[in-house]
Antibody
């Protein structure tokens, strides 16, 4: 059974960087069939896919237009985890952030527990 | 980007009733790459249906999905108390993967 465990701070100041980590058990970040995603949820924007990292003979990443230029999703093969960095945050980035696996069927079949991140001074 | 519109926004029903939830896409969803998720307060979404009509592992057979192209439906044959939650559709046929705004199923 795949499990995703999120960690990271719940409060970030405006203009600073939001950083979260998702530790994977039961699968590998280097899997050739899965992709590793970050999704956020807020009352104003609903559920919003932010981006993904995945390995297909080499590493790829792919980001939503809404956050492109501010976001980096990185794999860490030594710890079997992946991370989210979102730069220059504003209060509009306040949301619950989830990591999720997109499995071979194409759906988000396993999710982390969610982290409420508040952007406030 | 494919926009998904769910209706109704809220459905007030009693246990034992049979709700039908709708999800309409702004353009055709390729290969019926449409999923349904259930979310309860304080929890992550849980996958119910994939490929428009296939139940995920461990999902009771009272949940069924149908549809293709731009119109999709989730039906619960007989509501149980634990089914009151918010339901989201999601398309995964083309990036960016998008979600509907949700239908809240509440106890009448």
């Amino acid at each position: 059974q795949v499990q995703l465990q999120q960690s990271g701070p719940g409060l970030v100041k405006p203009s600073q960087t939001l950083s979260l980590t998702c530790a994977i058990s039961g699968d590998s970040v280097s899997s050739n069939s899965a992709t590793w995603n970050w999704i956020r949820q807020s009352p104003s924007r609903g559920l919003e896919w932010l981006g993904r990292t995945y390995y297909r003979s080499k590493w790829y990443d792919d980001y939503a237009v809404s956050v492109k230029g501010r976001i980096i999703i990185n794999p860490d093969t030594s710890k079997n985890q992946f991370s989210l960095q979102l730069n220059s945050v504003t209060p509009e980035d306040t949301a619950v952030y989830y990591c999720a696996r997109r499995g071979a069927a194409g759906t988000f079949d396993f999710w982390g527990q969610g982290t409420l991140v508040t952007v406030s001074s | 980007e494919i926009v998904l519109t769910q209706s109704p926004g809220t459905l007030s029903l009693s246990p034992g009733e049979r709700p039908t939830l709708s999800c309409r896409a702004s353009q055709s969803v390729s290969s019926s790459s449409l999923a349904w998720y259930q979310q309860k307060p304080g929890q992550a979404p849980r996958l119910l249906i994939y490929g428009a009509s296939s139940r995920a592992t461990g999902i009771p057979d009272r949940f069924s999905g149908s549809g293709s192209g731009t119109d999709f439906t989730l039906t619960i044959s007989r509501l149980e108390p634990e089914d009151f939650a918010v339901y989201y559709c999601q398309q995964y046929g083309s990036s960016p993967y998008t979600f509907g705004q949700g239908t809240k199923l509440e106890i009448k």
